[in-house]
Antibody, heavy 121, light 107 residues
Framework: EVQLVESGGLLVQPGGSLRLSCAASGFTFSSYHMNWVRQAPGKGLEWISFISSSSSTIYYADSVKGRFTISRDNAKNSLYLQMNSLRDEDTALYYC??????????????WGQGTLVTVSS | DIQMTQSPSSVSASVGDRVTITCRASQGISSWLAWYQQKPGKAPKVLIYAASTLQSGVPSRFSGSGSGTDFTLTINSLQPEDFATYYCQQGDSFPITFGRGTRLEIK
C-alpha cells in the first residue's frame, strides 16, 4: 500500500524557517516524481513545488520561489521542503503528492494526510 | 500561467440526481486535466485523469470529458458519499494550477 506521511509542521513566527518531511513507503520512491501542494484554511488547493525522480528537474510556484527549496533523498525514501522567510500567507496544510508518471500530463495519484504550518506572531 | 475557471462554485443536489461541473482552461491543455474529490478533513483523491480516464477503484458513475480548453465532470445517480468539494487541475505545464473548487451540497 502506498503511504505518504508528512511531518514537521509547527507554529512559527513571520520570517522564520521550517523544514517539512514526507516519508514514503509501499512503492519504489526513486522511480516517481514528487510534489508539494498546500491548502490554506478554508481555501482551495495550491501546487507549490515539483521534483523529478532523480532531482534533475525542479519547479516552484512564484509564490514560494526564492524562499522554499524542495529536495529528496531516494536512499531514505524521503521528500523535503525547506521553508525560509515565512509569511502569514504561508499558513496552510502542506501535502506531499506523488506523480504517477503515466505519460498523461502531471497529476497526483497519492497524497499524504498533510502537516499544518501556522505562521503567526 | 494557465488559469483554470471552474463552475459552479457550489451546487445543491439530491441523492439520485445527475450533476455536471465544468472547467475551462485559459489556453489549450490537450487532455491533460485531472479531477479530484476532497471531503472535509481529508486529502484530495483523484477521480479522473487525462480528462476522461477513470482512476482505478473510482465508481463508474463518475465520468469526464473534454479536450483543449473545455472540460466537464459528470456524476450520475448521486450517492450520499459524493457530497464533497471537487477540483480540476491542469497538468500540461508548470506551474500546475487548480480550479477554485465546486462544493457539492445536499439539497
Amino acid at each position: 500500500e502506498v503511504q505518504l506521511v508528512e511531518s514537521g509542521g509547527l507554529l512559527v513566527q513571520p520570517g522564520g524557517s521550517l523544514r517539512l518531511s514526507c516519508a514514503a513507503s509501499g512503492f519504489t520512491f526513486s522511480s516517481y516524481h514528487m510534489n508539494w501542494v498546500r491548502q490554506a484554511p478554508g481555501k482551495g488547493l495550491e501546487w507549490i513545488s515539483f521534483i523529478s525522480s532523480s532531482s534533475s528537474t525542479i519547479y516552484y510556484a512564484d509564490s514560494v520561489k526564492g524562499r522554499f527549496t524542495i529536495s529528496r533523498d531516494n536512499a531514505k525514501n524521503s521528500l523535503y521542503l525547506q521553508m525560509n522567510s515565512l509569511r502569514d500567507e504561508d499558513t496552510a496544510l502542506y501535502y506531499c503528492a506523488r506523480d504517477p508518471i503515466r505519460g498523461d500530463g502531471y497529476n497526483f495519484d497519492s497524497w499524504g494526510q498533510g502537516t499544518l504550518v501556522t505562521v503567526s506572531s | 500561467d494557465i488559469q483554470m475557471t471552474q463552475s459552479p462554485s457550489s451546487v445543491s443536489a439530491s441523492v439520485g440526481d445527475r450533476v455536471t461541473i465544468t472547467c475551462r482552461a485559459s489556453q489549450g491543455i490537450s487532455s491533460w486535466l485531472a479531477w479530484y474529490q476532497q471531503k472535509p478533513g481529508k486529502a484530495p483523491k483523484v477521480l479522473i485523469y487525462a480528462a476522461s480516464t477513470l482512476q482505478s477503484g473510482v465508481p463508474s458513475r463518475f465520468s469526464g470529458s473534454g479536450s483543449g480548453t473545455d472540460f466537464t465532470l459528470t456524476i450520475n445517480s448521486l450517492q450520499p458519499e459524493d457530497f464533497a468539494t471537487y477540483y480540476c487541475q491542469q497538468g500540461d505545464s508548470f506551474p500546475i494550477t487548480f480550479g477554485r473548487g465546486t462544493r457539492l451540497e445536499i439539497k
